[in-house]
């Protein structure tokens, strides 16, 4: 039985380097970044909208909240 993978959300308030997650991730960098929605919030405002819209992501995309 395959079981669905659930996926993150990441808020990056200090700037997300793709080059070292590459490195971190390995071979499988484009499979564990389609489990990852990153925001990248510009201001106070666009960090609570971010927030905000979590819920909502959550319960699309199967994240779990623990």
Do not use: H
């Amino acid at each position: 039985m395959c079981q669905e993978r659930e996926k993150v959300i990441f808020i990056d308030t200090e700037g997300f380097s793709a080059e070292r997650f590459k490195q971190i991730a390995g071979e499988d960098a484009k499979k564990i970044a389609g489990e990852i929605i990153i925001y990248e919030p510009t201001s106070f405002g666009t960090a609570v909208s971010a927030i905000t819209d979590i819920e909502m992501l959550m319960m699309k995309n199967r994240i779990d909240n623990s």
